[in-house]
């Protein structure tokens, strides 16, 4: 079993509407969670962080956390084209140890 | 968010040359630094942990004495590539770990493209 699961797609969804992204872990004492962007052939970017369970909202991107099913969700509303990339879920024991990333899942957002 | 550097961008060498890579924060000081490498369409791959001030820390099956890593200080980092190979052929990514807004955050550099012919 991976330590960070993501589907790895792809997924499709026409444009406007919500895409949604799921990522499992398997360190039930994972403290911090973080969701990155990453384009063909580009370095990842941070999308969000979240640390503790409940919803985090920043402009159309919003990430869900829940311990208890050790699951980290992240949700594009309005979905454009230039969000077809893909995205990657991290996931650290301590706030200062290493990231474990997922292997990512391919989103296509189509015009 | 941090500002990391990576130099070069992209690199092409022969076969058995030595690369170097620098992993730059640009703006804050980082006593901690990682190394990533990706093979087209495949995941991140952590090679390891460089820590100012004294050795890296090497994660399991990447050869130490192949990947050297030297973090001289709180603001760069390098990556050298000894007798590289064609399989060494890869995009390698630093990142930068640091305090943002009272969180402990990774922020990645551009990556560097290294070809062996």
């Known amino acids: 079993q991976k330590e960070v699961e993501q589907n790895s797609g792809p997924l499709s969804v026409p444009e406007g509407a919500i895409a949604s992204l799921n990522c499992t872990y398997s360190?039930?004492?994972?403290?911090?969670f973080f969701w990155y962007r990453q384009y063909s052939g580009k370095s990842p970017e941070l999308i969000m962080s979240?640390?503790?369970?409940g919803d985090k909202e920043d402009g159309r991107f919003t990430a869900q956390l829940n311990k208890a099913s050790q699951y980290v969700s992240l949700l594009i509303r309005d979905s454009q084209p230039s969000d077809s990339a893909t995205y990657l879920c991290a996931v650290k024991f301590t706030n200062a140890g290493k990231s474990t990333f997922g292997d990512g899942t391919t989103l296509t957002v189509k015009p | 968010g941090a500002v990391v550097s990576q130099h070069p961008s992209r690199v092409i060498c022969k076969s058995g040359t030595s690369v170097k890579i620098e992993c730059r924060s640009l703006?804050?000081?980082?006593?901690?630094m990682f190394w990533y490498r990706q093979f087209p369409k495949q995941s991140l791959m952590l090679m390891a942990t460089s820590n100012e001030g004294s050795k890296a820390t090497y994660e399991q099956g990447v050869e130490k004495d192949k990947f050297l890593i030297n973090h001289a200080s709180l603001t760069l980092s390098t990556l050298t590539v000894t007798s590289a190979h064609p399989e060494d052929s890869s995009f390698y990514i630093c990142t930068v770990q640091g305090l943002f807004r009272g969180t402990d955050t990774q922020y990645f550099g551009p990556g560097t493209r290294l070809t062996v012919l």
């Open positions: 360190d039930r004492g994972s403290q911090s």
């Open positions: 703006d804050f000081q980082a006593t901690t």
């Open positions: 979240i640390y503790s369970n």
